[in-house]
Nanobody, 113 residues
Framework: QVQLVESGGGLAQPGGSLRLSCVTS????????MSWARQAPGKGLEYVAA????????YYADSVKGRFTISRDNAKNTLYLQMDNLKPEDTARYYC??????RGQGTQVTVSS
């Protein structure tokens, strides 16, 4: 079955960096555009970044543009999200998503001094 397992979250200071990883299995990763989404307490799901199948094209929400970088390694079936210059408003649970109905359990990111 399809599995998406996120890791790399944690506590970071404002201005700091974290790198999230999402190891996938159960489907042909290289044939799917993949996304990262986040949900802060009391708020809806926000898609923050997406990567085309071969990683040549990407999308970023305005809230993270210039700070976050999505990438993928199709040989390792893994999706990444490099998060730099983190802000307290980036605090959320981050999910790797294959489509609107399929995502992992998420990894918590907390940005606080």
């Amino acid at each position: 079955q399809v599995q998406l397992v996120e890791s790399g979250g944690g506590l970071a200071q404002p201005g700091g960096s974290l790198r999230l990883s999402c190891v996938t299995s159960g489907f042909t990763f290289s044939k799917y555009a993949m996304s990262w989404a986040r949900q802060a307490p009391g708020k809806g799901l926000e898609y923050v970044a997406a990567s085309y199948t071969d990683g040549t094209d990407s999308y970023y929400a305005d809230s993270v543009k210039g700070r976050f970088t999505i990438s993928r390694d199709n040989a390792k079936n893994t999706l990444y999200l490099q998060m730099d210059n983190l802000k307290p408003e980036d605090t959320a649970r981050y999910y790797c998503a294959k489509d609107v109905n399929t995502r992992g359990q998420g990894t918590q990111v907390t940005v606080s001094s």
